[in-house]
């Protein structure tokens, strides 16, 4: 079974400054996809970033990017330029069996605070 | 395009009673998932289904537990016998008949609390 380790219960980062969210995750697949969502105070979950396990090249959503390290199964992210309205929690999760529709797997998530 | 609806969005049972969770996807979708949220924890996922079918229910209790997706009308999360460790947050996610890097979609969540 596939298993999502989030370490790090709570970060705090300066407003406009940049912070890195770690993820770590355990499989024998070779070809899997990897999500970022946020869920702030309103519990909506919202999808930040995905990466396909095939893709070598890091994927970026505006200030979002990601450092995935797969023969590490490390998939961290990074926010630059942090705003007040990225304070949420942030889930790592992982799918499998990209051919067809399966379950996610979520880390416990990490409480980010941004200090103005 | 509407998003995922779910309702209610706060439940209150007594314990013993029963609580019925509607989750309607996105236009076009049909795939649904069923996630539970512990406090301070991420989101479990229970049941998987398509119309009139489940898929993978590896993630459901047992007992008391029941989920359905009928061809017409919303999914259904159903709790017999509520208990005050059933509290938490249930979320719906649907996504496409497409294969590919596709998303979930998730509804805003129903927060069902046992007294």
């Known amino acids: 079974a596939q298993t999502v380790t989030q370490s790090q219960p709570e970060m705090s980062v300066q407003e406009a400054e940049t912070v890195t969210l770690s993820c770590t995750y355990d499989?024998?697949?070779?070809?899997?996809?990897l999500f970022w969502y946020k869920q702030p105070p309103s519990r909506q979950m919202i999808l930040v970033i995905r990466?396909?396990?095939?893709?070598?090249q890091n994927a970026t959503e505006n200030r979002f990017s990601v450092n995935f390290q797969k023969a590490a199964k490390s998939f961290s992210l990074k926010i630059s330029d942090s705003q007040l309205g990225d304070a949420a929690m942030y889930f790592c999760?992982?799918?499998?069996?990209?051919?067809?529709?399966?379950?996610?797997?979520f880390g416990k998530g990490i409480t980010l605070s941004v200090r103005p | 395009n509407a998003g995922v609806m779910q309702n209610p969005r706060h439940l209150v049972r007594r314990r013993g009673q029963e609580a019925r969770l509607r989750c309607s996807p996105m236009?076009?979708?049909?795939?649904v998932y069923w996630y539970r949220q512990l406090p301070e924890e991420g989101l479990k996922f229970m049941v998987y289904?398509?119309?009139?079918?489940?898929?993978?229910e590896s993630g459901m209790p047992k007992e008391r537990f029941s989920a359905e997706f009928p061809k017409e009308g919303p999914s259904i999360l159903r709790i017999q016998q509520v208990v005050r460790g059933d509290s938490a947050a249930y979320f719906c996610?649907?996504?496409?008949?497409?294969?590919?890097?596709?998303?979930?979609?998730f509804g805003p969540g129903t927060r069902l609390t046992v007294t």
């Open positions: 996610a649907s996504s496409p008949t497409l294969t590919g890097p596709y998303e979930q979609y």
């Open positions: 499989t024998s697949e070779s070809d899997y996809y």
């Open positions: 990466q396909e396990a095939y893709k070598q």
């Open positions: 999760a992982y799918r499998s069996d990209p051919g067809a529709n399966s379950k996610l797997t």
């Open positions: 236009k076009g979708h049909s795939h």
């Open positions: 289904l398509q119309k009139e079918n489940i898929i993978d």
